[in-house]
Each structure stands twice: as C-alpha cells, then as structure tokens.
C-alpha cells in the first residue's frame, strides 16, 4: 500500500538544470509553493481557544506541526449584509506566517441572515447569491496564503440540518469551487465529513459533485476508539474504503485523503494511566493513519478543556502545562521526519508487529502488540535501540527479550533480514483480519471471548463494556443482554470488509438466541450501514419476537442496500425492543448474490 505523495518543495528550473551541466547560472532555484508542504504532521483547535493562536503556534511548530485547521465562522466574519470584519482571521494570517505554518480553511457556517431559520446550521440557504459572496470575499482576501478550502465542517454530522443533506452539499461545493478556481485556479477545495462517511461522499458525488473537489477530509474519531478494545483492521481499512468509492464513481481514486480532526479525550486534571493512553492512541492514530495511506494528519486539538465532563482532546492543559502526548508527538517527528515513509509491515515472533518507516536517520520499526493479543515479546540476534513512545532511548542486547506491549515502541538499528522481509509486506494485505473474500459466510460466536470468522463484536466507548455480559446455558457459550445504550443498541458488529463492503449489498443476517425467561415475551430487530446512514437507527426495523421455549431459535433479516463502509466503526447492531430478557449464541452474515 503505497502512500500518496505530494509535490517536492522546490521544482528545478532551467537554470538548476543548466547549474547541474554548466556548474555556473546567476538565477535562483524557484521556489515551490508556501501555501504547501509535503509534510505530514499537523494539529487543530476548535473554537473555545482559537484566539490563543499567539501562544500556541510556536509551541506546535516546535514540536513538529506544519499543518494547522482554525477560522473564524461566517457570521463573524460578515455579521450582517454589507459588513465585513476580518480583524480575527487577518492576525491568525498573520501568526501563521510568523510560525511558518499552513492553514486548511473549513467554509462554515451560515450567517445568520442566510440560514433557514435564523441560527447557523440550519438550511438549506435562503439565497445562494449569499454564500458565493462570503466564499468570494475569503478567497480574494487569502488565497495568497492559503491554498486548501473545505467546504463546512461535518455537515453530514450535528453540525448541519437541512431537507437533503447530500444534494445541499453538493449545491455548496459547486458554487465554493467554481468560484475558487476562478480566483486562483491552484487552490485545492475539499468535501469534509463527520466520522468516515464515505456513504455520504458517494452521495453528494451522485447529487453533483462529481469533479468537483481536489481532496477529501474525514473525522474518524470511532474508527480510532475502537483501537482501545483491539478493532485495529477497522481504522487501517478506511483509505482503501475511501479510494474504491472513488473509482466505482469514476473519480481519480488517488485524490488526496486527510485527517482534518481526529483524537481522544483525557481528565482536565493530571491522570498519569488516561495521560499515557492519550499518548498512546495519538501515536497509532498518525502511526497508522501513514501506514494505509493519508496525505496529512490533524490531531484535534491542541489545547482543552472543551465540551466539559471534565475531560478534553488537548496536548495541552487549560494551564498551559503539556502532557505526555506531546511528547509522544515529537518523538514520533524526530524519528520518522517529516514525511513518514512507510516501507511494510512485519509479524514478528511471540505475538508482536511493527511497521518499517525510513527516517532521516535510517529505518525504524513501530512496534507493539498485535491486535487481539494479550501481550508479545520479541528478540533479535543483534543489539537493537529500543526508544520508548515518549522518546527515552535504551540497548536492547543482542538475545535479550523485550516484553511489547499496547504502547508503539520504535526499533532502530534491526537485522537486515527483518528490514527487507517488511519491504517485501509492503504491498500485501494486513493479515489480522483473516482472508474472507471468498467465504461462503461469515460468523462469530458469543459469550466468553467472542470467536469471530469474518464478524468483530465492536466496543467504542466504555459504556458498551457493560451492555452484554457472557453466559452458559447447558454447557452452551451465550451472551445475555444486560441493557442498550442510547441508541438502543446493545451489541455493534463490523464485517470483514473483503467479505462485504461498498456498493448495494444483499445480504441475509441471522442471529441465533433464545429467551432469558420463556415465560417472558423478548424482541430484537436490526439497524444496518447504507449509504444513505444507518437504516432504522434506534428503532430497528423488522422486529423478531423471540419464541418461547427453552431451545435457541433462530432468525433471519434479509436486507437490500448494505453500504458496509465502517462509518461510526460498526456495520451492524442489534437492537433490544423492551426490557432486557434474551442470549444470543451466534450472528452470521451472507451474501445473497
């Protein structure tokens, strides 16, 4: 899987070439563009602590960050019809250049004059002549500083509410684009999405926006959770979701993928064990997200608190204070550089895996314990540095073992033979998730430790922890439903994506369960992944009364318009329809055509 590569900082000119034959030319190398950079790393803020960007720009520039995402929304910028105040974002410009750093600019959201009622987020838009006004005010005021422009933020999300949400979309990005090309035809204007919802993108190609954008950016912040509880092959799958869309729509599947938002949420006060995590999944988060191919990573967000329940996204405190994701941060910068180079994967002995990196210094291997697996070890014949996620170096001597755990240690100086072997992986698929492709179904079996072939029980929250617990009915592994969560799911499920993925899947999906009680009635019914969100979300749809009695029954839903792209990290759930009173032993999907 190769990773998508931006152009070079500097272009050679006829006069470079002329240096290079001739050994003398009195004109200077051009300059590439310094709205762009092939660098990799990059960090956000949301709207709380925006206006602290004089304090915290040189810090994240310090420790590596060449990407930033921050702008003031529409209604400040242009408060009412006719006036403009551009106070904010002409000092945030400002501060930018001072860092060195470069901006990718979100369009939203509405003035309040323009939306449908009102507010902000509301639409669909009064009057279209408004919001090709804002974007062409923005663009001719700084398109020579900035050179990507997405439109909105997670429309597709909370942040927006309207008749169609995919064909109101499309009508923005028309308009944003055609405007923006005609101002500056270099400038690069993005689709944005909430989660990874490559659903929604295929709509709003189909509603219009075909051709009509030069790269796309996602949130996944679900993909990421589902990290904690070992779904690492859902967050590696998204690029290669993303790319297949792309080519069944007839689009360049090689359009540039970011990450404009991703991240994980600690205690405001110092917590060293959720501290250490933060660091943890923010390594993963960018360590794997170069892995499968995005062009540049945004962690969300620099400095907390934000969204209150005493928890916060920051690499930095409300204090100022860092914590030890930062540090996680740097060290990954100083080790992999600017430009990550991801070179192949390894399995290596005792349960461990790694991803080879070239950095400036020469090939490092990522590495920590494969997924679902307790714990791993590893020795090598050779004495190898071992540096730890938060940048402590140490030998490890040729033949001791080193204990891997969840946390990404970076192997340097490894035996040739391990190096080449993981550039011979660089093109194979990922072996954790097992090869479906060709399966005449796919299962798992519940209670105790869930046995899956081609199905993933999925968690993304801690909540869920406690939704199911696992039971024995006459020597018989089950589940029992213990309660649901707010969505009135209690079980989430993701499917091998070589098995089922994009496109209007027919499946058959049966489940086999059995009464907790047979003197109590028991109902369950489905919500699955289309393209169009996740059909009958929180109420399910065709319900299945469970009969009485004290043998496993079993049930089959037959399903048209399965889009299983991983969206919220699941493709499945089951739906609980009244009080907690039934086990289940077994799910399987299969495909009807």
């Given amino acids: 899987m190769m990773m998508h590569r931006t152009p070079p900082i500097y272009r050679l000119t006829f006069c470079a070439v002329a240096v290079a034959a001739l050994g003398a030319c009195s004109q200077p190398e051009e300059p590439a563009d310094p709205r762009d950079s092939d660098v990799f790393w990059g960090m956000g803020t949301g709207a709380e602590w925006r206006h602290e960007f004089p304090r915290f720009h040189p810090i994240v520039k310090e420790a590596g960050v060449d990407w930033s995402r921050g702008f003031a929304e529409w209604k400040t910028i242009q408060p009412e019809p006719g006036v403009w105040d551009w106070e904010f974002t002409d000092r945030l410009i400002e501060s930018l250049r001072e860092n060195d750093l470069r901006n990718v600019v979100s369009w939203a959201y509405f003035a309040n004059f323009a939306s449908a009622d009102g507010g902000t987020r509301n639409g669909p838009i009064k009057d279209m002549q408004l919001w090709r006004d804002f974007v062409r005010a923005t663009v001719e005021r700084y398109h020579d500083d900035i050179k990507y422009w997405h439109v909105w933020n997670e429309f597709n999300g909370g942040f927006y509410s309207g008749e169609d949400r995919p064909q109101e979309y499309a009508d ?41 954008f030069d790269f796309i950016s996602v949130h996944p912040y679900e993909n990421l959770a589902a990290l904690k509880y070992g779904d690492q092959m859902g967050y590696l799958t998204v690029v290669d979701s993303i790319r297949e869309m792309l080519e069944a729509n007839g689009e360049d599947p090689d359009t540039p993928i970011w990450i404009t938002e991703i991240g994980a949420q600690t205690p405001v006060e110092p917590d060293a064990e959720a501290d250490r995590y933060q660091a943890e999944i923010l390594a993963k988060a960018y360590l794997l997200a170069a892995v499968q191919g995005f062009d540049r990573v945004l962690w969300f967000e620099i400095r907390g608190p934000t969204y209150g329940k005493d928890t916060d996204y920051g690499v930095l405190r409300e204090d100022w204070t860092e914590r030890p994701s930062l540090d996680a941060f740097r060290t990954m910068v100083k080790l992999l550089g600017p430009t990550p180079d991801y070179q192949g994967w390894l399995d290596l002995e005792r349960d461990g895996h790694g991803f080879r990196f070239d950095g400036p210094e020469g090939p490092v291997v990522a590495a920590w314990v494969a997924p679902n697996r307790e714990d791993g070890a590893v020795s090598f014949d050779q004495d190898v540095e071992v540096v730890s996620l938060l940048g402590e170096p140490r030998t490890l001597p040729a033949g ?33 998730d097992g090869d479906y492709a060709d399966a005449e179904e796919i299962r798992i079996a519940l ?13 993304l929250r801690t909540d869920h922890e406690g939704r199911t617990e696992p039971a024995t009915v006459n020597g018989t592994d089950a589940l029992k439903v213990v309660s649901s969560d707010k969505d009135n799911n209690f079980a989430y499920f993701r499917a091998n994506k070589d098995y089922v993925g994009l496109g209007d899947n027919e499946l058959d999906i049966t489940v086999v369960a059995r009464r ?26 065709e319900s299945w009364e469970i009969p009485a009695g004290d043998g496993w029954q079993e049930h089959t839903w037959s399903v048209d ?28 999907i299969k495909k009807r055509d």
């Fill in 400 to 432: 001791e073992t080193l204990s891997l755990g969840d946390e990404p240690v970076y192997l340097l100086g490894l035996p040739e033979g391990l190096l080449a072997t993981a550039q011979a992986n660089q093109d194979q698929p990922f072996p954790w």
């Fill in 172 to 212: 923005l990005l028309v308009e944003a684009h055609a405007i923006a090309k005609e101002i500056d035809p270099t400038l690069q204007v993005g689709i944005n999405t909430a989660s990874t919802d490559v659903g929604f993108i295929h709509e709003v190609i189909q509603d219009g926006g075909a051709g009509k």
């Fill in 561 to 588: 318009g399965a889009y299983f792209a991983n969206k919220w990290g699941w493709n499945l759930g089951l739906i609980n329809q009244g009080e907690p009173g039934f086990l289940i032993k077994e799910v399987r």
């Fill in 447 to 459: 209670g105790g430790e869930p046995q899956g072939e081609g199905i993933r029980k999925i968690y």
């Fill in 516 to 541: 907790a009680d047979s003197g109590q009635p028991a109902k369950m019914a489905i919500t699955y992944e289309t393209s169009e969100g996740y059909q009958d979300f929180k109420e399910g749809g």
